[in-house]
């Protein structure tokens, strides 16, 4: 706008001048020399008036005739030239034609006036009365009047020319008046806009200036943040938006600082721009870190050592990775306090552990000690602490850090090491052993005081001998050497104990059996030999008494084995011979009552039914020893389907399953290896237990099933019979044995014995679980490779 008005200014102040530039040269070259040359015209005419006047009154007057010719052939010619050019511009044309009048005129005049001249041209010519009456005639009547009317003509003219002159002055003045005026208002409206432009400039440049200032200021303590200013498409605009993308982008480097000053080295960032060394550089260091932080974890994980810093002001606690494990806290949800750290202490080491923390942030001295925690997962640890105290300038603790390091498997390994010390040392004094120790050539370099007392040698004297030489008999001692050398020949291969059992002679000659025991140990860098010496006469006598009556057991066992073969033997042709007579009694006693029915009194018939009932049972009986007596006679071994060998049982059990209404349910059995009969015997027995010990009113309901343990089938028999008291679970299982006696539990106290007998032929065992009333589980195992 500035610029546009004093263009505009500049362009009229221009023209103005142009044109007073030409308005005062017209009338500095036009119209003030016209004026001039209108005057002396006009005083040209009155000279010549004047002159032709006093040519022809003035006889003598020489002076003026001269100027009279000079007028009429020089001044006026000249004059009449000058007029003409200055005419020759004039605006009016008029005035120029009139301007030629008075020419005209004028030299009509000069010719009267030479015709005055000519006839007065002589001095004695004045003399002639004609031609001065003429003359003064023509004075009077022409030239005078003549001139007059010149005269007043070319005053017309030059007063026309003044107003002229008077116009261009006044119009030279207005133009000076319009650009004083167009300058004032220049400089009004500079004032004005000037004015506008510093309150538009302070509102719309200055205040975003201030704002990026403060906000630059801002930077500079380390504050980012954006300037709030709308943004236009001006310069300021761009400069806002310039600046608020250095916020963000500085908000960005921040961001990623930050987040590699909290560990988060895995956060994005991108250099602004190739040239962003600020940026490149935090990455170097980001990678720097992680890469020192890793190592720094995988040390403090190797060496189980973490550490800690505490913010004591605002009890913000910050753990390494390796102290999160140590204490077993999950990192995301601790909450980074003090109280979550002391809870972790264990209540027995905690007042401890506060009177040591009161002591270091008194005495600022650094501290080390151990203590125990309870992790967060409820283990117990052992830790050993570090710690330090950062003061401010005013001696204020502001900061603890230190290391902790996870010492349960030393503390374990330190408790151990002194148990087993005690151990030892208590195994020491208790041993009966002496106890030896030689070099690797075999020399005694400790000799204690159990071997004094068993060989009567004092270390004293031991002490540099070679064992073998001292303690073995002569004639053993070649054959000992050999022996002693292969062994002390020490790093060709790993040196394992050895014992040997060797004949021995004390300081007085005596020979005894000794046992020694020699282990290569390594003390004090050398290795040596412990040997361990114990007198075995004693057990050498035992074992030579026991070994005798171990003969002596052999034989009675083979005896009893032969004995009970014929026992077995004689049950069986006993039973055997038996069977047939008591069939015979039992068949003619039948016969008899049958004969005799109703004949018989009742108390011979009840003898005869007796007898019946007592044969029958004794069939029974036999039967049933003559089982037992048979189980384990045949080796038979081969592939028995269970399920094959259930079925026959159920088959054979046809009539009292149906009587009972017994309810037999099985899930798939095995194949397993055994004896056929044997198994389905096995099987046939428990089912009948279970239908046989059956509860009076309810149906008898039986589950067998069998399971695959390790190496072996565990087959179960659950009924829900009357059961069997606790204290009868084992001694069902012995011959003859039988808890129920009544009537209906009719028995021979074999059944189970035989179970027994062939559930560990097949190297198996068998047992029971039950109570009274709630029934019972046999259960027994087969090994699957059974023979
Ligand atoms: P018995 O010929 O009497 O059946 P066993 O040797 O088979 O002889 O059984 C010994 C005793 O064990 C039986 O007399 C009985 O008292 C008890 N017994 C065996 N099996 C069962 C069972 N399933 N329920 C309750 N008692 C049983």
Redesign the pocket.
Same mark, same amino acid.
């Given at each position: 706008m500035l610029v546009l008005l004093f263009v505009v200014n500049g362009i009229a102040s221009l023209i103005t001048l142009n044109n007073n530039r030409k308005v005062s040269e017209h009338i500095s070259k036009i119209t003030d020399p016209s004026l001039q040359s209108l005057e002396d015209f006009g005083d040209l005419l009155t000279a010549s008036k004047m002159y032709t006047t006093n040519w022809v009154f003035l006889r003598s007057n020489q002076d003026d005739k001269d100027a009279l010719k000079r007028l009429h052939n020089i001044d006026y010619p000249k004059l009449k030239v000058k007029l003409n050019l200055l005419s020759g511009k004039w605006d009016h044309k008029q005035m120029a034609d009139s301007l030629q009048k008075i020419y005209t005129g004028f030299e009509q005049l000069l010719v009267v006036e030479k015709g005055v001249m000519s006839s007065l041209q002589k001095f004695e010519d004045y003399n002639d009365p004609v031609a001065k009456f003429e003359s003064e005639r023509i004075i009077e009547d022409e030239v005078l009047p003549h001139t007059s009317r010149l005269m007043n003509s070319l005053s017309g003219i030059i007063s026309y020319e003044q107003n002229i002159r008077n116009q261009k002055n006044k119009d030279l003045e207005e133009y000076s008046m319009r650009l004083r005026m167009l300058i004032s208002i220049l400089a009004i409206t500079i004032i004005f806009l000037g004015t506008f432009l510093s309150l538009y400039m302070a509102r719309v440049i200055v205040s975003p200036i201030n704002k990026i200032r403060d906000m630059v200021n801002d930077l500079g303590k380390g504050i980012i943040r954006k300037v709030n200013h709308k943004v236009s498409n001006d310069e300021i605009g761009k400069m806002v938006r310039s600046v608020n993308n250095l916020s963000e982008k500085l908000q960005a480097t921040a961001t990623f600082a930050t987040e590699i000053g909290n560990r988060n080295f895995n956060s994005y960032f991108e250099p602004l721009s190739a040239e962003d060394t600020l940026g490149k550089a935090l990455i170097a260091m980001r990678n720097n870190i992680k890469s020192s932080y890793q190592k720094l974890n995988e040390a403090q994980h190797i060496a189980k050592l973490g550490s800690w810093e505490r913010d004591v002001k605002n009890d913000h606690v910050s753990l390494s990775d390796e102290l999160f494990c140590i204490f077993d806290i999950d990192p995301v949800s601790f909450d980074s306090s003090f109280q979550s750290i002391l809870q972790l202490i264990h209540p027995e080491d905690i007042k401890n552990f506060q009177a040591i923390g009161r002591k270091y942030m008194q005495d600022h001295l650094p501290a080390t000690y151990e203590c125990r925690i309870i992790s967060a997962k409820g283990v117990t640890k052992n830790i050993s602490v570090q710690s330090k105290v950062v003061i401010d300038a005013h001696g204020e603790v502001i900061k603890t850090i230190g290391i902790v390091q996870d010492i349960t498997e030393r503390k374990k390994g330190e408790l151990a090491l002194s148990e087993s010390q005690k151990q030892i040392q208590t195994i020491f004094n208790a041993a009966l052993d002496a106890i030896v120790i030689i070099d690797e050539e075999g020399k005694i370099v400790k000799w204690d005081s159990k071997a004094e007392i068993l060989f009567g040698w004092k270390q004293e004297e031991q002490l540099g001998m070679l064992l073998t030489e001292t303690i073995i008999p002569q004639q053993y001692r070649e054959a000992h050497r050999r022996g002693m050398k292969l062994f002390l020949k020490t790093g060709e291969g790993p040196i394992l104990s050895k014992t040997i059992e060797v004949r021995a002679i004390n300081k007085n000659n005596d020979e005894f059996d000794i046992s020694l025991s020699i282990s290569p140990s390594l003390i004090d860098g050398k290795h040596q030999f412990i040997g361990f010496i114990r007198d075995i006469t004693s057990r050498k006598k035992a074992e030579a008494k026991l070994r005798k009556s171990e003969a002596d057991l052999e034989r009675n066992n083979r005896e009893l084995i032969q004995k009970n073969r014929d026992l077995e033997q004689f049950a069986f042709a006993a039973s055997h011979d038996l069977q047939e007579p008591l069939r015979t009694i039992s068949d003619f006693v039948g016969l008899l009552r049958q004969q005799y029915q109703g004949k018989l009194d009742e108390k011979a018939d009840k003898c005869l039914a007796f007898i019946i009932q007592s044969s029958d049972r004794m069939k029974i009986f036999i039967r049933?020893l003559l089982q037992y007596s048979r189980i384990g006679s045949d080796n038979t071994n081969e592939q028995v389907n269970c399920m094959v060998i259930l079925d026959e049982v159920l088959a054979d059990l046809g009539k009292a399953i149906e009587e009972t209404n017994a309810d037999i349910k099985a899930d798939p059995l095995p194949f397993i290896s055994g004896h056929p009969a044997e198994i389905k015997q096995l099987f046939q027995?428990?089912i009948v237990?279970?239908i046989?010990?059956r509860k009076k009113d309810s149906i008898p309901k039986i589950k067998i099933s069998a399971q695959k343990k390790d190496n072996y089938w565990q087959f179960t028999f659950a009924?829900n #019979?009357?059961?069997?008291e606790e204290q009868?679970n084992e001694k069902?299982f012995v011959i003859f044995?039988?808890?129920?006696t009544r009537s209906e539990?009719q028995?021979?106290?074999? #059944?189970?014995?035989n179970c027994k007998k062939i559930v560990e032929l097949h190297n198996g065992k068998i047992w029971v679980d039950?109570k009274p009333g709630e029934g019972?589980t046999?259960q027994f195992t087969i090994q699957q490779n059974s023979n």
């Open positions: 049933d027995n428990l237990n279970a046989k010990f009924d #019979g009357i059961g069997i009868y069902i044995q039988r808890l129920h539990y028995g021979s106290g074999i #059944g189970l014995s039950s019972s046999f």
